[in-house]
């Protein structure tokens, strides 16, 4: 931590601070903008209108920003505050014109746009290099990032887009346009599609692998569930690898997989344009607007008629979804699943918070969230839900006027709402901007939105 420090203070940057933040003993007051430890000092090239709010817990560092350091005549503050109850502006894409985002599991990883070698950075936890090797002195690696850092990866062309990323519990995937897939973190599990080295120590490592192609096609689509990651091809097949144990790699097996392999059962002459997964339940989206399921199944989230709570092949949810209408996007958490259909009308069913109550805990089969909790009456009958997302304990709905809403378990303040109690129906998060894409991961939440003017 001494060395985290270190070279931290070496650096200045600002960032606004505010009611957003609080300590172990203290909410902070409203303060005018403060110096604060830094964000990794690059040459601005901000050039689009999107700006990053995070919020939860900053302990880890996921959420890249600071306490600030008071000036002279002022109250001094520690670095110590543990988390943000409100979205918090990031002051990296300030900066940068960052493109796409992933939460992982005490971590963040963002991609910008930029022809320099640096086109993506991690902030947060690093014990197994899942955002790189990151070190102030030769031989002694950082386990532990308060601001976003570049990541090295070896890309052969300058030239080379990053079009979508991933991150599980202590793995990343990061998708380009022509030079396929890059993995890096811990690969314990084969998640990073690569062979599994039982003495392989990630602490400090400098390994990121490749994977070009898959089944001889392009990668169009990445995922990553806790210890899984999963790949969407140029035709719409899925190819897994990862940790098996509940069926998650839909592979046929309960065994771990090194080396990607095209996912069995009934999405094999399907056309996917999406998969979800968060922790070891996967959905499946075809180009027709239905869903598909594999991996856990505890509380009932891939229904199986043999009553098995570990799917290792994809089946069909047809009937499971029957009236629904056509699915538009789906999300799976920790034990429960999340679909909108056309309409704009939200469904939801397995164990948690699920946004019906305190008083409904589980449920066996979509059951859908009342359209007025998510702005639908009278005097605006087109509001919609348009996009869904979950965390492991937490849920998130966007509308299609660009309105956030979250509820579940609200850990560390994930939700976002002001305050650490959990939520039992969806709530609008006050953020400010048009929202277009929530990350939810296990205690931290991330949104890229648009501002309103």
């Given at each position: 931590?001494?060395?985290i420090?270190?070279?931290?203070?070496n650096?200045?940057?600002?960032?606004?601070?505010?009611?957003?933040?609080?300590?172990?003993?203290?909410k902070?007051?409203?303060?005018?903008?403060e110096?604060?430890?830094?964000?990794?000092?690059?040459?601005?090239?901000?050039?689009?209108?999107?700006?990053?709010?995070?919020?939860?817990?900053?302990?880890?560092g996921?959420?890249?920003?600071?306490?600030p350091?008071?000036?002279?005549?002022r109250?001094q503050y520690?670095?110590?505050?543990?988390?943000?109850?409100?979205?918090?502006r990031?002051a990296?894409?300030?900066?940068?014109?960052?493109?796409?985002?992933?939460?992982?599991?005490?971590?963040?990883?963002?991609s910008?746009k930029?022809?320099?070698?640096?086109?993506v950075?991690g902030?947060?936890?690093?014990?197994d290099?899942?955002?790189?090797y990151?070190?102030?002195?030769?031989?002694?690696?950082?386990?532990?990032?308060l601001?976003?850092?570049?990541?090295?990866?070896?890309?052969?062309?300058?030239?080379?887009?990053?079009?979508?990323?991933d991150?599980?519990?202590?793995?990343?995937?990061?998708?380009?346009?022509?030079?396929g897939?890059?993995?890096?973190?811990?690969?314990?599990?084969?998640?990073?599609?690569?062979?599994?080295?039982?003495?392989?120590?990630?602490k400090?490592?400098v390994?990121?692998?490749?994977?070009?192609?898959?089944?001889?096609?392009?990668?169009?689509?990445?995922?990553?569930?806790?210890?899984?990651?999963?790949?969407?091809?140029?035709?719409?097949?899925v190819?897994?690898?990862?940790?098996?144990?509940?069926?998650?790699?839909g592979?046929?097996?309960?065994?771990?997989?090194a080396?990607?392999?095209?996912?069995?059962?009934?999405?094999?002459?399907?056309?996917?344009v999406k998969?979800?997964?968060?922790g070891?339940?996967v959905?499946?989206?075809?180009?027709?607007?239905?869903?598909?399921?594999?991996?856990?199944?505890?509380?009932?989230?891939?229904?199986?008629?043999?009553?098995?709570?570990?799917?290792n092949?994809?089946?069909s949810?047809?009937?499971?979804?029957?009236?629904?209408?056509?699915?538009?996007?789906?999300?799976?958490?920790?034990?429960?699943?999340?679909i909108?259909?056309?309409?704009?009308?939200?469904?939801?069913?397995?164990?948690?918070?699920?946004?019906?109550?305190p008083n409904?805990?589980?449920?066996?089969?979509?059951?859908?969230?009342?359209?007025?909790?998510?702005?639908?009456?009278?005097?605006?009958?087109d509001?919609r839900?348009e996009?869904?997302?979950?965390g492991i304990?937490?849920?998130?709905?966007?509308?299609?006027?660009?309105?956030?809403?979250?509820?579940?378990?609200?850990?560390?303040?994930?939700?976002?709402?002001?305050?650490?109690?959990?939520?039992?129906?969806?709530?609008k998060?006050?953020?400010?901007g048009?929202?277009?894409?929530?990350?939810?991961?296990v205690?931290?939440?991330?949104a890229?939105c648009?501002?309103f003017t």
């Amino acid at each position: 931590m001494h060395a985290i420090k270190v070279l931290l203070r070496n650096k200045s940057a600002k960032i606004f601070s505010g009611r957003y933040y609080a300590t172990s003993k203290q909410k902070i007051p409203d303060l005018e903008e403060e110096d604060s430890l830094p964000v990794f000092q690059y040459p601005t090239s901000k050039a689009s209108d999107r700006n990053m709010y995070m919020w939860g817990l900053a302990e880890t560092g996921a959420l890249g920003i600071h306490m600030p350091r008071g000036k002279k005549g002022r109250k001094q503050y520690r670095n110590n505050f543990s988390l943000c109850w409100y979205p918090m502006r990031s002051a990296f894409a300030e900066r940068f014109d960052v493109e796409h985002v992933a939460a992982g599991y005490g971590f963040t990883v963002a991609s910008i746009k930029t022809d320099e070698q640096h086109k993506v950075f991690g902030t947060g936890i690093n014990t197994d290099s899942q955002i790189g090797y990151h070190a102030p002195r030769i031989g002694h690696p950082l386990e532990l990032l308060l601001s976003p850092a570049p990541i090295f990866l070896p890309y052969k062309s300058l030239e080379t887009k990053i079009i979508g990323m991933d991150a599980g519990r202590a793995h990343t995937a990061i998708l380009t346009d022509n030079e396929g897939v890059y993995t890096l973190g811990n690969n314990a599990y084969g998640q990073c599609g690569r062979k599994i080295n039982q003495n392989e120590d990630y602490k400090g490592s400098v390994n990121s692998h490749n994977i070009k192609r898959l089944g001889g096609e392009k990668i169009t689509s990445v995922c990553c569930g806790q210890d899984h990651t999963l790949f969407i091809t140029e035709s719409g097949k899925v190819f897994a690898c990862g940790w098996g144990a509940d069926g998650q790699t839909g592979l046929g097996t309960y065994d771990n997989r090194a080396i990607p392999a095209q996912v069995k059962g009934d999405i094999t002459s399907e056309k996917i344009v999406k998969v979800a997964s968060t922790g070891d339940c996967v959905l499946a989206l075809n180009d027709q607007g239905e869903v598909f399921g594999w991996g856990n199944s505890e509380y009932g989230q891939i229904p199986m008629q043999c009553g098995s709570q570990q799917v290792n092949m994809s089946y069909s949810l047809l009937e499971f979804c029957r009236g629904l209408g056509k699915i538009t996007d789906i999300a799976a958490g920790g034990s429960f699943c999340l679909i909108v259909n056309e309409a704009g009308d939200a469904f939801v069913w397995g164990f948690g918070l699920l946004g019906l109550g305190p008083n409904v805990k589980h449920s066996n089969k979509p059951k859908q969230i009342p359209s007025t909790l998510f702005g639908r009456n009278e005097f605006n009958t087109d509001s919609r839900v348009e996009k869904v997302a979950c965390g492991i304990g937490h849920l998130a709905a966007i509308t299609n006027d660009g309105q956030l809403y979250m509820w579940g378990r609200n850990r560390q303040g994930c939700l976002g709402l002001g305050y650490t109690k959990d939520q039992y129906f969806p709530l609008k998060v006050a953020i400010g901007g048009h929202v277009l894409k929530v990350l939810c991961s296990v205690d931290h939440s991330v949104a890229i939105c648009r501002p309103f003017t």
